[in-house]
């Protein structure tokens, strides 16, 4: 490759790695740290699509910030049975959670159906219901009371992410209703009609 080519490649952020990672997005350890012996490379499979998602970035500058996140411990090297790879760990995944909450919105849309959120969080895990109940809120749900709370707007997906991201998958439930007692304050409330 010649020198030019590495050039305009672009400098990786944390951001972009972190979400190219907790995205599943493969990133073989050959492929960043070329010193893997050379007897293990042949037993590599590649994975030409990832490959590409992670050649556009400048590789020793790739390299550097690995190694930093690595001792920040947002990705570790793990083995797999395709040989070592990079793997986001949950502090990086928690990070990742950060940087999309900035994107996370909910789609406007209202299909005449109220979603009810409900959660119970054991204790061990107030730090993670603390930081839900501030993204519900941030995403413009209307708190019902402690732990519930109301959008007309479809939010599956969402809270979808937020379960995995913050290990809630048996504590939050949705529900979608047809109609609530005197929703009319609701309606005025979301701005629909």
Do not use: H
């Not at 920040?72 to 083995?79: D, G, N, P, T």
């Not at 909910?106 to 009810?116: A, C, M, N, Q, Y």
């Amino acid at each position: 490759m010649k020198k030019t080519d590495l050039t305009k490649r672009a400098d990786p952020r944390v951001k972009e790695v972190l979400i190219l990672l907790g995205a599943g997005t493969f990133l073989a350890v050959s492929l960043v740290f070329p010193v893997l012996p050379l007897v293990a490379k042949p037993f590599l499979k590649s994975r030409e699509e990832d490959d590409l998602e992670w050649k556009k970035f400048n590789l020793w500058r790739l390299r550097a910030l690995l190694a930093r996140m690595k001792l920040q411990k947002l990705v570790e090297i793990a083995s797999t049975s395709e040989g070592p790879v990079v793997k986001i760990t949950e502090k990086g995944k928690k990070k990742v959670l950060n940087f999309r909450l900035g994107e996370m919105k909910l789609k406007e849309s209202w299909d005449g159906k109220w979603r009810v959120v409900m959660y119970d969080v054991p204790r061990q895990k107030k730090r993670e219901a603390d930081f839900l109940r501030l993204l519900l809120k941030k995403m413009k749900f209307l708190v019902l009371q402690k732990s519930v709370y109301l959008t007309p707007y479809p939010c599956e997906d969402e809270i979808e992410y937020l379960r995995q991201m913050l290990g809630l998958a048996d504590d939050i439930k949705i529900l979608k209703v047809a109609r609530i007692e005197n929703d009319s304050v609701y309606r005025d409330y979301f701005g629909i009609k």
